[in-house]
């Protein structure tokens, strides 16, 4: 990960959740609304994608989530929805990511097997957010949540940067009251409305 910040602080769990903080106490109503309905809407997808095109909701939502690097919303629905309909023909993705949903299309594959499949700590953990939203225990940690918890710009962490954020974002949804996963697609809907003009304060 490069970030002008040292180990120490990339580590600090006091500025991590002051940064959490700042930014929750920007959301709006709206931001509130929206995060907490979020997953649920992503599940609703899924679950349009399985029952439309005959696979299951596993099988969905793990597509989406390989699908998902690097791609904004609604682009990754798009070309999810595209790959699916077309039996993995039709696929704009990097080669590594397409071969992942290839795997999960054409194998009947469990849950933990899509778990597998997928590798990456964020698509692993967007996929049991889409699938299981209602679970505690995995938080979709992205470029927009890594810039709300350093206060910069910065475009991926290590595994142990992950859990460690995981950790702290838990430590703060619990705090108020929110599941993990709320919390952070609260967050992640108020950074994208507020990010142009925020100025973090030193």
């Known amino acids: 990960m490069k970030s002008r910040k040292g180990y120490n602080q990339l580590y600090n769990s006091s500025f991590v959740l002051k940064n959490i903080e700042t930014i929750y106490s920007n959301c709006t109503s709206d931001d509130i609304i929206n995060g907490r309905t979020w997953y649920e809407n992503a599940k609703s997808f899924s679950i349009y994608l399985s029952k439309k095109y005959n696979v299951t909701e596993i099988q969905s939502a793990g597509i989406i989530a390989a699908l998902s690097p690097q791609k904004s919303w609604d682009v990754n629905t798009k070309i999810a929805e595209n790959f699916i309909e077309s039996n993995g023909s039709v696929s704009v993705h990097t080669g590594v990511q397409l071969a992942k949903s290839k795997h999960i299309l054409y194998s009947p594959l469990t849950k933990e097997e899509v778990y597998l499949t997928l590798g990456g700590k964020k698509t692993k953990n967007f996929f049991y957010n889409i699938y ?44 108020i009251n929110m599941l993990p996963s709320i919390l952070q697609a609260t967050l992640w809907v108020c950074w994208k409305r507020i990010k142009k003009e925020f100025i973090w304060q030193k």
Do not use: W
């Open 132 to 175: 299981m939203p209602e679970c505690k225990d995995f938080i979709t940690i992205d470029r927009h949540h890594l810039n709300v918890c350093y206060a910069e710009d910065i475009k991926g962490c290590t595994d142990k940067q992950y859990e460690f954020l995981k950790e702290n974002t838990s430590i703060f949804a619990n705090k």
